[in-house]
């Protein structure tokens, strides 16, 4: 089956394509793109007209959490993937801490197959647990959980607690190739709720210091320059981090790093500031873990986007149910639903002058930068590859609602946020699978 989208404006990152033109699909994969093809020459194909909308590679999510296996009600693979897709993304990474824990063959196997059901709309990727339960103890076997089809390995939302297990995993890791992912942090001073620093101090509650994240960072980098073993770091969010990280390319680690959307648009006094005005009280949904710093790092991290010291933005997906949100700010859970808000986060960054900003950097960052990170044939619009793709419209403005959200949890803290940039349509395999004209996934 032949498909032609026609008129679109094409977006190409990997290829530094930003063209008027066509893109020819035959059997889910790209048969031919660029300015030449037009209906008109293209008789046999189902013709898709985008109207001048920007056509990209689809996005390759690299953190997202479900609560499939043992928390449905958060969230299933199939709820998931119908927000991911509205949300533009075709790929996704699945995190390994469910109930059981993603820490063998045989559940990663499970979480595979249950991704290729008919009801799950986009590419499932199974990540594995480097230790056994997430507890930071006994290394799980990475070498056979990569054989059954994990592309990442990570241990959750907390680090190692030790140097010689990171040194350990990072050996085993490299000697079979698996890609690890590895939190900076240094558990013993995570213990708060929020940033560390005078605003944590002024309303009372128990703070997160950045210098955990440094630390932890120092310590992960040096044991990846004493193994020689590449690693992705798992959302940095200061000024400081970006300098660690530079300081250790220069070295010749090869570490690349993440950041999540929101900590690029969020600063630690969007938590709101605990008075009885409900629109200044304190927003759980802005509870995240690491947290949102000051904004002089939130500033950072944009410069440090656009400079290619993140590699790749994360939507750090973690539905929480209603009733572990509405609670005192201490005692709420960590955890923002983001797939759909991802692209639309990055577009309305664009759209702000003062970040000077391009679509280009930012479309890299969500579609050949993290695809080339997991080795997949995607992220690209090029002959060959698969048809995973989006139209959106980046100047369309739209407000988010938690209860028009598809995910099962609305937790989000873009919530009641006007945003500025819009999924149209999406494609995954060469067949669409969201049409928001429709209101819904297909």
Request: proline share 5%; net charge negative.
């Amino acid at each position: 089956m032949k498909r032609l989208l026609t008129n679109a404006r094409i977006i190409d990152p990997a290829s530094g394509m930003d063209t008027t033109g066509g893109v020819l699909i035959e059997d889910g994969f790209i048969a031919d793109v660029g300015p030449h093809l037009d209906a008109q020459h293209t008789s046999d194909a189902t013709i898709t007209d985008c109207e001048g909308y920007v056509l990209a590679p689809g996005l390759v999510d690299l953190r997202v959490k479900t609560g499939e296996p043992g928390s449905e009600h958060r969230e299933t693979l199939q709820s998931a993937s119908e927000a991911a897709v509205a949300g533009g993304i075709t790929s996704m990474v699945v995190m390994a801490d469910t109930d059981p824990v993603i820490d063998t063959p045989a559940l990663v196997d499970y979480l595979k197959r249950a991704g290729q059901s008919s009801k799950v709309l986009n590419h499932i990727l199974p990540s594995g647990a480097l230790t056994v339960g997430l507890e930071g103890e006994r290394m799980t076997e990475l070498g056979l959980m990569k054989d059954a089809g994990a592309v990442l390995f990570a241990n959750g939302d907390s680090a190692l607690p030790s140097a010689n297990q990171v040194r350990r995993v990072l050996q085993y890791a490299k000697g079979v190739g698996a890609r690890v992912m590895l939190r900076p942090d240094e558990p013993s001073l995570a213990t708060g709720s929020m940033n560390a620093g005078a605003f944590a101090a002024r309303l009372g509650l128990r703070g997160l210091p950045a210098h955990a994240e440094w630390i932890g960072l120092q310590r992960d980098l040096t044991l990846a320059e004493m193994t020689g073993t590449d690693v992705i770091i798992d959302q940095v969010t200061t000024a400081r981090s970006l300098d660690i990280l530079l300081d250790a390319r220069e070295r010749g680690i090869n570490a690349q790093a993440t950041a999540a959307a929101h900590s690029l648009f969020f600063n630690e006094l969007d938590i709101g500031d605990g008075s009885r005005d409900p629109g200044k009280a304190y927003l759980t949904y802005c509870k995240v873990n690491p947290p949102f710093r000051p904004e002089k790092d939130r500033l950072a991290l944009i410069e440090g986007l656009k400079a290619g010291v993140i590699n790749a933005v994360v939507s750090a997906h973690d539905p929480q149910p209603p009733e572990d949100k509405r609670l005192p700010f201490d005692d709420a859970s960590f955890g923002a639903a983001g797939l759909e808000t991802l692209l639309s986060a990055l577009t309305s960054l664009v759209a702000e002058p003062m970040y000077e900003l391009d679509l280009m950097t930012v479309l890299a960052s969500v579609t050949c930068n993290p695809a080339d990170m997991l080795g997949l044939n995607s992220g690209r619009i090029s002959e060959g590859r698969v048809a995973d793709l989006v139209l959106f419209d980046p100047d369309r403005p739209w407000k988010c609602k938690r209860d028009q959200l598809r995910s099962r949890s609305g937790n989000s803290p873009f919530d009641g946020r006007l945003l500025t940039g819009k999924t149209l349509r999406t494609m995954v395999a060469g067949k669409w699978v969201f049409d928001a004209s429709e209101g819904a996934a297909q």
